[in-house]
């Protein structure tokens, strides 16, 4: 087993919680919490994919007008 610390349990509200020591952080802001028998396992959320992204946003209703596209200008190569 790895690093181990001694760690006070607490409420906050109706839910029982645990301070994490600093050199047991876990990084960004989620996590996954499953149990397994007696055991609670907490470690990072991974990253969310791109497509997850963006297919939480929602659409987009403003009419933005036509856009001046014009040719390029011809380049000697």
Do not use: C
């Not at 991974?46 to 014009?70: E, H, K, M």
């Amino acid at each position: 087993m790895g690093y181990e610390k001694h760690v006070k349990l607490f409420r906050n509200g109706r839910n029982q919680a645990v301070r994490i020591p600093r050199e047991l952080e876990l990084p960004g802001d989620e996590a996954i919490l499953r149990k397994d028998g007696d055991r609670l396992i907490l470690e990072p959320a991974p990253p969310r994919s791109l497509l997850a992204v963006l297919a939480s946003l929602q659409p987009i209703d403003d009419d933005f007008g036509a856009i001046d596209d014009p040719e390029p200008e011809p380049v000697d190569l």
